[in-house]
């Protein structure tokens, strides 16, 4: 097994190869993609369907002297087997010393750490403009697929290379007419049109952008791609190379639902079910049926994502059932929060959904477009947790600081599963203030819970105490449930256990009736401490008598970390945090 890519220990070895072992060489690849992720998990779809494109990149070009920058990056796996890392594929041992991104720590084959769309062209041009102020020559090649184009940041560095850039740029279009899911938007329509004319459509939305273009239909035939590569290499201007690719190709499953397995957890490859079981009831599950049951209800609501209907149970027959009540803006995270202000502007009442990493992207249109406004916008962020993506480029514990400071944002950070569908029904009825909601990324528990969440900046008293008042936010609730508990063990008293629901402001009345009979106050919360809950309020306490220790995380960028372990390194596990007690309260 591997008998060609064991040979392969830099793309000079891909050179090396006639027309039949880069063919062998492709299968090899496909099955060292098939051991690392029926076992380890990863990208599955787009790096199928990107193989033979990446061995003719090889095989032409001269990486690292040339210049590749990968989208996302998230369909570098062959590329990475390519340039001296296949042990991360093909030995189980080695699988965590690969990422599932480019990242420069591993190659010098690999110029940038990224996990995020639609980045490609504007770092390429970057690299073009150094190259060119040096007068150094060298190929720069942008790979972007998986419906990245629709992106603002694609748009913007499309038109710039149309219009600024005078020299070698050679951007790769990987069309495989997906996205995570479907591809929405009107270029996309172009994208179509050009595929069914094999490039001769008069309407062509490259060109549109003064970009020079070549099409080829077959994307997944290693000698195709080397002849186009080979006419374009040294090219003197930015050009467009479109290809036809299958994504998910070699895997008839994957080839057949192209949404189901962009992405996937540790499978069987005979059957394709994942060896992973999840509970009944998750916050996805309540999500979905949350979202059903009020499209149902309330022909005013209408929920809304950029390319992430996955992460809420949106299945394309349930998408589809949903009508004008569901909108897939594509991938455009800034459009989709705009879009929403509007929509709540003319009394609709906007549901947004997608991930906490992603929504980084839309602080702009958050502040200004939202919140300036005051419009009611409802956004429900998923993975904003310690428990959540762990990879550096996918971090979402940075959200709940990041966002919590803006004025008159409203972040809820719920506890439990009824406190969860309570926040969610008052915020997309409440026409005062736009809301962001932080899905909980641990188990489902249950518990009353208030209803009306109106009197801003209330926190909940869950356990009258003494002496140390733990404060624990969201889903570190029960956290702080079981630090009270052992406090209470150990210690031989009751702390109070507060329930502060609200991430962005101090609930100044509670705070200053705790200095009472407190002399310290413990915050715990999902997300790095810097800018998060729990310096708001030590701030409050600043010029008392009270101490206050606050539990978070480092402001730093965490990388492939187990949640426990770090939590451990940080001095967050029950013990530590008593031995701290023990003391601060001396």
Known sequence: MYDILKTINSPADVKKLNAEQLNALAADIREALFNRLTKFGGHFGPNFGIVETEIAMHYVFDSPRDKFVFDVSHQSYPHKMLTGRK???IEDEHFIEDSGYTNPDE?????????????????????????????EKYNVLALIGDGSLSGGEALEGLDFAGSEIHSNLIIIVNDNQQS?????????????????????????????FGLDYIYEENGNDIQSMIKVFERVKNIDHPVIVHINTQ???????????????????PFDRET????????????????????LNKAKQDKDFVFITPAMPNLFGLSPDVRKGMGPQYVDTGITEEHAIAFASGVAKAGGKPLVGTAATFIQRTYDQVSQDVCINNNPVTILLNYASL?????????????????????????????????????????VDQKEHPVMILIPGNAVTSREADKDFSKLNTYKVEQSGEKVAILALGDFYQKGEELANQIE???????????????????????????????????????IIDGGFGQKVANFYSLTDMKVKTYGLKREFYDRYNPAELLKELGMTPEQIISDIKNLLQ
């Open 87 to 89: 042990a991360g594929y």
């Open 107 to 135: 190659s010098e084959h690999d110029l940038f750490n990224v996990g995020h769309t639609s980045t490609s062209v504007s770092l390429a041009t970057g690299l073009v403009k150094a190259r060119d102020l040096k007068g």
């Open 180 to 208: 995570i899911a479907e591809v929405h938007g009107g270029l996309y329509k172009n994208l179509d049109e050009l595929r069914s004319t094999k490039g001769k459509a008069p309407n062509n939305f490259f060109k549109a």
């Open 247 to 265: 994504k998910g190709k070699g895997y008839k499953l994957a080839e057949e639902n192209r949404e189901a397995w962009h992405w996937c957890m």
């Open 272 to 291: 394709g079910k994942w060896h992973v079981e999840f509970p009944e009831e998750t916050y996805t599950s309540l999500t979905t049926e949350y979202i």
């Open 387 to 427: 428990d959540g993506l762990t990879d550096v480029t996918h971090l979402g514990v940075f959200a709940l600081s990041a966002f919590s400071n803006i004025p008159n944002l409203v972040v809820l950070a719920p506890t439990c599963k009824q406190e969860y569908l309570n926040m969610l029904n008052w915020s």
């Open 489 to 527: 063990i150990q210690l031989g008293f009751k702390p109070t256990l507060i329930n502060p629901r609200f991430a962005n402001g101090v609930d100044e009345k509670l705070l200053k009736d705790l200095q009472k009979n407190h002399s310290l106050v413990i915050t715990m919360e999902d997300g």
